[in-house]
């Protein structure tokens, strides 16, 4: 029902930046909340930040507020992640995801859809 691809991960120097891309498709995104989340290795798939379609209400994580910012473009069906200020602490595969309604935003498991993952590695 719901596609998404993701792209612009990469390595990259302490300090520096990337823009993640997920592009969506499959469906009418109004009634859906995107999510970014992140998984280090031996590490639980935590919460970035999430946007909604139709009002475009945000949500940041406290690790990343202040860095990371949320945006989206209804006219290409894709949701970006600026990630400024980037720390090796940051390193891990990131993931967008997508949800019905606005239930439980934080919440990897209340998500239906995933994409694939791409790989941030931030050297020091």
């Known amino acids: 029902q719901v596609q998404l691809v993701e792209s612009g991960g990469g390595l990259v120097q302490a300090g520096g930046s990337l823009r993640l891309s997920c592009a969506a498709s499959g469906r009418t995104f109004s009634s859906y909340t995107m999510g970014w989340f992140r998984q280090a290795p031996g590490k639980e798939r935590v919460f970035l930040s999430a946007?909604?379609?139709?009002?475009?209400?945000?949500y940041y994580a406290d690790s990343v507020k202040g860095r990371f910012t949320i945006s989206k473009d209804n006219a290409k069906n894709t949701v970006y992640l600026q990630m400024n200020s980037l720390k090796p602490e940051d390193t891990a595969i990131y993931y967008c995801?997508?949800?019905?309604?606005?239930?439980?935003?934080?919440?990897?498991?209340?998500?239906?859809?995933w994409g694939q993952g791409t790989q941030v590695t931030v050297s020091s």
């Open positions: 995801a997508a949800k019905r309604g606005t239930a439980g935003t934080t919440s990897a498991g209340a998500y239906d859809y």
């Open positions: 946007i909604t379609w139709s009002g475009g209400t945000m």
